[in-house]
């Protein structure tokens, strides 16, 4: 009943900052645990951090931590992933997912974005 929209991404060099947003309509992210992935082609999609329903961080891959923050915004019905000091590994593309009842950062979600690309360039 969720639909999900990620936007935000783009080109920027190693160093840069980017902030990636998902706007929800259809339903209230309140009752929504919610996470950001990345895949690349030929790779498995991985898990960059989860939030639960009440605004704590979950779970976050170990290879962003300290630099990429994940937050919501219920009156906005929005996530956001503010991504900081980025590297050229995390060039991918970024979707974010919501689920009513999993969270985590497996690709267990129900509800998913159809992605937005971010590029980083030396």
């Known amino acids: 009943q969720v639909q999900l929209v990620e936007s935000g991404g783009g080109s920027v060099q190693a160093g840069g900052s980017l902030t990636l947003s998902c706007a929800a309509s259809?339903?209230?992210?309140?009752?929504?645990?919610l996470g950001w992935f990345r895949q690349v082609p030929g790779k498995e999609r991985e898990g960059v951090a989860a939030?639960?329903?009440?605004?704590?961080?979950?779970d976050s891959t170990s290879s962003v931590k300290g630099r990429f923050t994940i937050s919501r915004d219920n009156a906005k019905n929005t996530l956001y992933l503010q991504m900081n000091s980025l590297k050229i590994e995390d060039t991918a593309m970024y979707y974010c997912?919501?689920?009513?009842?999993?969270?985590?950062?497996?690709?267990?979600?129900?509800?998913w974005g159809r992605g937005t690309q971010v590029t980083v360039s030396s």
């Open positions: 997912a919501a689920d009513r009842f999993y969270w985590g950062t497996r690709q267990r979600y129900q509800y």
């Open positions: 939030i639960g329903i009440g605004g704590l961080p979950i």
């Open positions: 259809g339903d209230a992210i309140s009752k929504y645990s």
